[in-house]
């Protein structure tokens, strides 16, 4: 939704001269489209149904937003704000996402449910894109986007912070005990043995 909300705003019918939004959310919708195709082939059934249920409902808020967008404001400043607004919404809710993770992250003293890498990423796109927002003077690209820099590096601290803390789990292998059976006759009697 978010993906889909920006390569709206992105459109020079909405917002003019924004290529690189336009640009990079077009490739992340067809990646993130690939990945959902890919999920719902190998899904179970009750779970394919849920998230076709779920895209049907995304699909006809966006088409909402279309139409609402397109037929209620006709110029290009106020269909960047309506968008605009929508945007800073869903951005924010998409970084502020991993706020669940780092309280867990503080009762356990653990960052085992926090990837580094995913902070690190989450960190360096809030502030690529916060910088590219300041040189356009963009506010829609920036709130969103500046709140992902702050919630990204908080993410970091807390990593750093609880590294040490986290329990290291060992890398031994346990191997299966396999027991096999020998049966041993002697005339009228049968006797099994476990080795």
Not at 27 to 32: D, F
Not at 87 to 95: A, D, K
């Amino acid at each position: 939704m978010n993906c889909l909300l920006w390569f709206f705003y992105g459109l020079p019918i909405v917002h003019p001269n924004s290529t690189l939004v336009l640009t990079i959310n077009g490739i992340g919708l067809v990646i993130e489209g690939a990945y959902i195709i890919i999920f719902i082939i190998y899904a179970a059934k009750n779970t394919r149904w849920k998230m076709l249920g779920v895209l049907a409902i995304e699909a006809a808020f966006m088409a909402a937003v279309v139409a609402g967008v397109l037929v209620g404001a006709h110029t290009h400043e106020k269909r960047s704000m309506i968008v605009g607004i929508l945007c800073v919404i869903f951005g924010s809710i998409m970084y502020a996402s991993p706020l669940t993770i780092m309280g867990k992250v503080i009762r356990t003293k653990s960052v085992e449910y926090m990837p580094f890498f995913l902070s690190l990423v989450n960190f360096l796109n809030g502030l690529c894109w916060t910088g590219y927002a300041l040189i356009k003077f963009d506010i829609y690209i920036t709130i969103p986007n500046a709140l992902g820099t702050i919630f990204g590096l908080i993410q970091l601290i807390l990593y750093f912070y609880y590294y040490k803390s986290t329990p290291k789990k060992g890398k031994n292998v346990e191997l299966p005990t396999v027991l096999t059976k020998n049966t041993v006759t002697s005339g009228n009697v049968s006797v099994t043995v476990d080795k």
